[in-house]
């Protein structure tokens, strides 16, 4: 009776978060908390994107007394700023939405009481403090037209509550404690890890809960896609050109790829990373750094790709080794499968 077994003892993702975080006996529950709150951001703008068609047909949101109804991305990055400041474990938090990062004001950086026992007890035993960079809605010229647009984000630990400063956000990749994405589409998935492989877990809409659909996800190790936006050919530097030309032409026997390109990084990188191939959003003469951007676009997701298995690429490095001057900072990026990399790499370093 597995079957049955499978169907009534749900992994949600709460449960999945405290399972790990068992092999931490240092961890008191912090990101437990954090997580739970960026969790109902993304379920306040599953429920947003749902209506959103609507709303301009009956009107939701109140603009009967004529008042202009939010922009969705504006609704959405609101809701999470607040979740994240009231999970009371948040210090900076950086939104694609907002030209500053955010300072949390020191009182709700944590529960100083608590502290003051834990201090007594032992010194380094502190609430942990984090960090948050994302993009609320990503994709956002899908919405009208009602396709895929989802939540990233990324998250770091702070080094000392006390002194924060925009440094604790000007990190590499490499420290990232955690990345993950919602993808508002036809069902509503988030993708998670935390330093520990790439889970993924589906929103049952009756329960309101996350719960684990895709366990230990892993990339193929070579893809039969490859997603970008070729209107840009003209201006792209050689081995990008070289590379895509492959794709279509490939002069060793094997078969040509398909092109698949939504226009929604969540939407791109999820397929990537299910079916396996290559998201690039290279460099080009126009856009010398590319578009996206390194905190909470090439970051979050070069982070779970490594994590499944493959790799991100800028171009020059590893992208998770890129060490961000500013917050809104981008950067060329090639990511996906690790052969499928392996590629680019080749044709980037015959160049130099
Ligand atoms: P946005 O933050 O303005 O929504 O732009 C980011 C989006 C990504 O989701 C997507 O990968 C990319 O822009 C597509 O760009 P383009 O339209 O140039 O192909
Ligand atoms: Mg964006």
Redesign the pocket.
Known sequence: HAAEAQRTDLMTITRHVLNEQGRHPESRGDFTILLSHIVLGCKFVASAVNKAGLAKLIGLAGDTNGEEQKKL?VLSNEVFVKALVSSGRTCVLVS?ENEEAIIVDAPLRGNHEFDKIMVTVSSHQKLHGYCVCF?P??????IDCGVS??TIFGIYMIKDKDNVTLDDVLQPGTDMLAAGYCMYGSSCTLVLSTGNGVNGFTLDPSLGEFILTHPNIKIPNRGKIYS??E??AKNWDAPTAKFVEKCKFPQDGSPSKSLR????????VHRTLLYGGI?L?PADQKSPNG???VLY?VFPMSFLMEQAGGQAFTGKQRALELVPRKIHDRSPIFLGSYDDVEDIKALYASES
């Open positions: 991305d694609e993009d809605l990503d994709g956002s010229s899908n647009i989802g970008v936006n209107g840009n390109y939504i226009g929604s990084m969540v939407a791109d998201f959003y578009k996206l951007r676009e």
